[in-house]
């Protein structure tokens, strides 16, 4: 075994050979006996990229249904070469893979197809976010109007919103088990766009499409915005925005959270 190198030069070398297989720098600090080299690195290769790809199936169902499993899987090996992992928690894993999709020139025919995999990402991060009761929905029952001017509300920890210019919703919920809706249903040009939150008050994660007043109503308070300046927003999408009644159905379906900012 050569010693000539640090031992974090060593480490670096055994991280670069288990994401790309014709790298060899790290062959001479490997005893090829019984197996030589090349067939210790490919272990932890395999082993790595099926770890990584079970995740990514996991988080990514409706884009690996899409595309097929070959794709699927060869797109995750070209997305660790460019995106290796930074943290020992593959929950972690595949934030940026959205990103990746949208310049992988192999799904260049599927525009859209970035924005599944942005909409799943958000599901998996709303299923893994931390708990926080809901607000009650009688929180602001009572409240002064003059204190409605200034009052900034948190969203929940697990609030997800989501905008796209192409249907995702439809498309995603052709996929789901025992669904109404084909692909085939979809006009994919014209059916859009698509305004979404998705959240977990208890155990499920919910989805809830919305109206652009809404969304905009929402992306506000959750840019710290206080109430009636979201409102403000609200109305330049829809003059007829009604305040009351949509701060009721939010609070109704558990959108805010009794933790602060």
């Known amino acids: 075994m050569n010693t000539s190198h640090t031992l974090r030069q060593i480490q670096q070398q055994f991280i670069n050979s288990a994401y790309n297989s014709e790298d060899t720098a790290l062959y001479p600090h490997i005893s090829s006996s019984p197996v030589s080299a090349k067939g210790h690195t490919d272990i932890y290769r395999i082993n790595l990229i099926a770890g990584i790809t079970k995740a990514m199936e996991l988080t990514f169902p409706v884009t690996q249904q899409l595309v097929g499993d070959d794709f699927f899987r060869a797109s995750i090996k070209h997305y660790l070469s460019s995106s290796p992992l930074c943290s020992t928690n593959l929950d972690d894993y595949g934030s940026d893979f959205p990103a990746f999709l ?3 020139k192999p799904a260049q025919n599927l525009p859209w197809l970035a924005d599944i995999s942005q909409f799943e990402w958000h599901f998996h991060c709303s299923a893994i976010a931390p708990y926080s009761p809901p607000l009650p929905a009688n929180a602001l ?5 003059e204190d409605f001017l200034t009052l900034e509300l948190n969203l ?3 609030a997800q919103l989501f905008y ?3 249907p995702i919703m439809s498309i995603w919920e052709s996929h789901q088990p025992n669904s109404d809706i084909t692909l085939s249903d979809i006009n994919i040009t014209t059916d859009g766009p698509t305004h979404a939150l998705l959240h977990r008050p208890n155990i499920k994660v919910n989805i809830h499409h919305l109206n652009s007043a809404s969304y905009a109503f929402l992306n506000a308070l959750q840019a710290n915005k206080p109430l ?3 409102f403000e927003i609200a109305c330049e999408k829809d003059e007829d925005f009604d305040l009351i009644e949509n701060l009721s159905t939010q609070l109704q379906i558990g959108i805010f959270s009794t933790a602060s900012k």
């Open 102 to 104: 949208s310049k992988f």
């Open 141 to 145: 029952s009572g409240m002064p109007p």
């Open 156 to 158: 929940h920890p697990s």
């Open 164 to 166: 796209s210019s192409w």
């Open 228 to 230: 009636f300046s979201a």
